[in-house]
């Protein structure tokens, strides 16, 4: 259906911006000199074209002429220079200016808040002198300009990056590091904002996340994932925490009342106040149930979650629904409670086994169906490497890099139905395409099934249901089924009776009283609706065909 086309063009490896001193200049250099590409100060390059400094130029036109001179030059940049390119402190005050930068984001590219230290960085914007911006009490000048700025550089970038202490090497080697990672920031009017921070070596950051209130770190965590719990240890040692580890039954029996109880027990058993903390290391059950004990121990204690498996990275560590099962049902007790941050580290795959990989990618064609078709592209067109995923030899390949923009896409998908509707009223539940007949599934094959093809299944359901009430042709119901199979994910399933599945659909958080509710497409992918109390008939017709 769609072919994924490389969207590569010429662009910048990075834009570098900050506050007047902060160092962009001098760090952006050394980053372009590292990585061996050209750098270019948005300010020089102003100053040639227009033929005088900019002081001079400040003086004789004023400010809003220089700002248009400016947003100008930056936008030709935007498109055309391969390098590091650092901007001037004010330029992206400029609104123009900003939706560049909002579109130079989206087609893959990197703005980097360079934060100092302030003491450092107004020292340096004195020394030379010559900046206009700071003419009379340069310091306090400095301060209302950050006071003003810093909300919008943490905006714009999507990249923040503290250089406090740092040498301009060590600055612009941790700059090259974050650049190379991914960021999603979850925000939202109910929502303390948080990153998912991907790329490898994410993990790293764990310290910095969980900050210096917390003294204790329950560290819950499944045995298949000991490696990365044990890495998670070291550095929470290091940060000088006291680390409680907890191991957990592996997959959905770590998700009971049980194992919750057993934590809590054991979090009072040691001391564990409001401001201490969970990390939760593993797959999405083990990370739901880290976070419904950070949700409830005390009434909520931070916590960061460290996905170790696709679908963790992608779905379950973000957003904030944690919970347990119960005999009746999948996550039927739980809460919304969002975590402090998200470190999805692509080393944590090198373990990851074939079946469980290909499992996640359910989760992610959902999101490509349900928002971003991009990612349907990149699913297709990546099929057999994905199908055949390998994490003993993952890393470093041009896969991993496929991989990360799928989590970085999957992830964009979810924040953007977090951030206006944690809670769940309406636009959230989208997310849950395909889970009303998923649950059911993996209830009735008693969670032996895997959550990801549960909901692969039970998106060709939900296509099957939309086709036959009209809301999309048969071609989008043939697609799910050659995507999905493509992946080596199922399509069909044959477990259990129409009655034991209606009932369970019942029971589904989307169901009010009696009547069922899904969510299914309209028309194309991207476009979603709700579908509530659909004809028996048709719900039953859709089973049928689903059956092998
Ligand atoms: N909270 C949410 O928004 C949300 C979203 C999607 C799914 N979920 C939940 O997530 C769960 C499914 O997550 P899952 O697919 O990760 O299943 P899982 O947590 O059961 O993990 C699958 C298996 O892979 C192992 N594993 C994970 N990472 C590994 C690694 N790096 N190396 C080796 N083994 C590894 C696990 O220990 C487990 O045996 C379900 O309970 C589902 O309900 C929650
Ligand atoms: O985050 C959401 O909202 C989702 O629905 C994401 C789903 O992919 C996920 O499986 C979630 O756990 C399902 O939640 P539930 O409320 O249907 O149990």
């Known amino acids: 259906m ?106 893959g590219g990197r703005v980097v808040y360079l934060d100092a230290d302030p003491a450092e960085a107004m020292e340096r914007a004195n020394r030379g002198g010559g900046r206009p911006m700071l003419n009379g009490d340069a310091n306090a000048r400095w301060k209302k300009l950050f006071k003003e700025r810093d909300p919008v550089f943490r905006r714009v970038a999507n990249v923040h990056v503290h250089t406090r202490g740092l040498t301009p090497q060590g600055a612009a080697k941790k700059v090259i590091d974050m650049v190379a990672q991914r960021t999603v920031h979850v925000t939202g009017a109910t929502i303390e904002p948080y990153d998912v921070a991907i790329g490898e070596g994410t993990m790293g950051h764990l310290v910095e996340v969980l900050g210096p209130k917390p003294h204790k770190i329950a560290l819950i965590h499944t045995q298949p994932v000991q490696r990365h719990s044990d890495r998670a240890r070291a550095l929470l040692r290091q940060g000088g925490y006291e680390v409680s580890e907890i191991l957990i039954p592996d997959a959905e029996p770590g998700k009971t009342i049980n194992v919750a109880n057993g934590i809590w027990e054991r979090l009072g058993e040691e001391g564990f106040t409001r401001s201490d903390a969970v990390v939760g290391v593993g797959g999405g059950a083990a990370t739901d149930l880290a976070g419904f004990v950070a949700a409830t121990w005390m009434r909520g204690v931070r916590y960061v979650n460290c996905p170790t498996s696709l679908l963790a990275m992608v779905d379950a560590s973000t957003g904030g629904k944690t919970g347990i099962n119960t005999p009746q049902g999948k996550n039927l007790v739980g809460s919304f409670y969002t975590p402090a941050g998200v470190l999805a580290d692509m080393r944590a795959l090198v373990t990851l086994p074939n079946d469980i990989f290909i499992e996640g990618l359910g989760e992610v064609a959902k999101s490509g169906f349900i928002r971003d078709s991009e990612i349907l592209s990149i699913l297709e067109s990546h099929a057999d490497e994905l199908r055949g995923f390998d994490g003993s ?115 589904d958080k989307k169901a009010r009283g009696n009547m069922l509710r899904f969510v299914v497409l309209d028309g194309g992918p991207g476009h979603m609706v709700h579908l509530d109390n659909p004809p028996a008939d048709a719900v039953e017709e859709a089973f049928r065909r689903i059956q092998q």
């Open 2 to 107: 769609n072919a994924y086309k490389s969207r590569r063009a010429r662009r910048p490896h990075a834009v570098i911006i900050g506050m007047m001193g902060a160092g962009k200049t001098r760090v952006g250099k050394e980053v372009a000199h590292m990585i061996h590409v050209p750098f270019a100060d948005a300010d020089l390059e102003i100053e040639r074209e227009v033929g005088m400094k900019i002081p001079q130029y400040f003086e004789r036109y004023g400010e809003p002429a220089f700002r248009r001179v400016e947003a100008d030059l930056i936008a030709d940049f935007l498109e055309d220079f391969e390098g590091v390119f650092s901007l001037g402190g004010g330029a992206p005050m400029t609104p123009s200016t900003q939706d560049a930068l909002a579109d130079y984001i989206a087609r």
């Open 393 to 507: 030899s993952f890393l470093g390949t041009p896969l991993e890099d496929v991989v990360a923009e799928l989590i970085e896409r999957t992830v964009t998908v979810k924040a953007y139905h977090v951030s206006s509707d944690l809670k769940e009223k309406g636009l959230r539940e989208f997310l849950n395409y395909g889970h009303t007949l998923g649950h059911a599934i993996e209830k009735l094959e008693h969670f032996r099934w895997r959550h990801g093809n549960a909901v692969a299944v039970g998106m060709v359901y939900a296509a099957e249901l939309a086709h036959i009430l009209g809301y999309i042709d048969q071609n989008l119901v043939d697609y799910h089924r050659s995507l999905l199979g493509s992946l080596g994910l199922p399509t069909s399933w044959n477990g259990g009776s129409f009655d034991e599945v209606l009932a369970l659909m019942h029971r």
